[in-house]
């Protein structure tokens, strides 16, 4: 039997590997879902010619006023975008502000975030070099549903990663993100799972 397809909205910031990790779950069949819109802040990321090239619907977050979370009349226009577009799980994929209660309040456990750490440890910005910078012999990557507070929101699953003796903080985050591209894939396909069946 072939499930529903679940509709995911994506918000983010950078570059996009994140999100080209879920297309190419999604071409696998590993991810039983589609791809309804991209939505970025930075109206140059990389997340945004990804979706164009993947004939994605793109659109730029105009937020003129704030550099860590959206007004909340942009953040109103964001959730009715992402509601319109009948997004049904909206994954943050290296969205860099914080979220408020539009999009909290639209996307109730629908939510969900990539932090390059074992949360609760590191939340926040850099967190590959505060981990570094700790001395720890481990880190990783979680991924969690999203709440109002920084990256502290429910835990769904994690990731760990060694820190090697002559990581710089470069070699640290590229091999935390190699283990997001497995996390993150793995994570939304069980979620469309549930939410499919
Ligand atoms: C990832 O490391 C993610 O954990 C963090 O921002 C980065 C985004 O990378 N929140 P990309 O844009 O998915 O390549």
Redesign the pocket.
């Known amino acids: 039997m072939r499930l529903a397809m679940v509709k995911l909205g994506i918000l983010?910031?950078?570059?996009?590997?994140?999100?080209?990790?879920l297309l190419a779950g999604i071409s696998s069949g590993q991810i039983q879902a589609t791809v309804e819109i991209v939505m970025s802040d930075n109206p140059h990321?990389?997340?945004l010619d990804l979706a164009r090239r993947a004939d994605i619907r793109a659109e730029v977050i105009h937020e003129p006023r704030f550099k860590t979370r959206l007004s909340e009349d942009v953040e109103s226009l964001v959730a009715k975008t992402l509601k319109s577009a009948h997004v049904e799980l909206l994954v943050?994929?290296?969205?860099?502000r914080m979220v408020k209660k539009p999009l909290l309040e639209a996307f109730p456990r629908r939510m969900i975030?990539?932090?390059?750490s074992l949360l609760p440890q590191f939340p926040g910005l850099e967190?590959?070099k505060q981990a570094l910078e700790s001395g720890a012999s481990e880190t990783g990557?979680t991924v969690h549903y999203v709440d109002d507070g920084m990256d502290t929101g429910e835990l769904i699953a994690q990731e760990r990663v060694p820190i090697l003796p002559d990581d710089t903080a470069a070699s640290l985050?590229a091999r935390?993100?190699e283990a997001?591209h497995r996390l993150l894939p793995r994570v939304v396909a069980d979620i469309c799972q549930a939410l499919a069946s």
């Open positions: 983010g910031s950078g570059k996009g590997s994140n999100f080209a990790s990321a990389g997340i943050l994929a290296g969205y860099m975030n990539i932090h390059p967190a590959w990557c985050h935390i993100q997001e």
